[in-house]
């Protein structure tokens, strides 16, 4: 009798998760959208709830395009729940895996991002110091526990650093090289070029 019943629930699982593979994003996007007052617009949403795409992707005034997600149900078995995303912002793009472990810890993996500096500004600042150059990250991993800083690895590097309002048309490029110890993580602040900086460590 045990092993009907379990047997029937792993039956179950397995058809619900099915269903939500088969589940078509755009009919789900529309459902919320009259429910519920989402942060966000979509459009031309293709795909499912567990894989697609938008083209379009309105978040206030900031506007991605090529929008993707897939969730990775392989992680679950690892005790995470993860998804990957990608888009692109006018020249820029970004992919990353981002989820969170059964421990509670918040994590972004294989963080893969080439955008102009203006468009990083726009995202995290209301006071524009009208930055310029280009910023790409090849950062391996990211991880918070509660409000703290656990890991950071990879390297963070910005090219052709400068003002916009400033008569020198740039600092030079920079590199910052992250890595976690014993002592908790550290980055490696390096001129890669053109700048006044020198190697730091903090």
């Known amino acids: 009798m045990k092993t009907t019943i ?4 792993l039956v179950l699982i397995v058809y619900a998760i099915f269903l939500l593979v088969l589940l078509p994003a ?3 996007y529309a459902v919320l959208k009259e429910k519920v007052a989402l942060p966000v617009s979509l ?3 293709d795909g499912s709830v567990w894989d697609g795409r938008a083209e379009v992707v309105m978040m206030g005034n900031q506007r991605l395009e090529s929008f993707g997600w897939q969730f990775e149900p392989l992680a679950l078995f ?4 993860q998804i990957a995303l990608g888009f692109n912002k006018n020249n820029g793009r970004l992919s990353v895996i981002a989820g969170r472990s059964m421990l509670g810890d918040y994590f972004l993996r294989d963080v893969d991002a080439d955008l102009p500096a203006t468009e990083i500004e726009s995202f995290f600042s209301r006071l524009k110091l009208g930055i310029s150059g280009n910023v790409t990250a090849n950062l391996q991993e990211i991880k918070v526990k509660g409000s703290q800083l656990m890991t950071v690895e990879g390297r963070l590097s910005w090219q052709n650093a ?4 400033s008569a020198d048309d740039t600092m030079g490029s920079f590199e910052v090289d992250f890595e976690t110890t014993e002592e908790g993580v550290k980055g490696i602040l390096k001129d890669a070029g053109g ?3 020198r190697r730091m460590v903090y």
């Open 162 to 165: 400068g003002l916009t309002t």
């Open 6 to 9: 379990r047997n029937g629930a």
């Open 195 to 197: 700048g006044n900086c």
């Open 26 to 28: 755009d009919r789900v």
């Open 78 to 81: 690892l005790g995470r729940l």
């Open 43 to 45: 459009y031309q949403v």
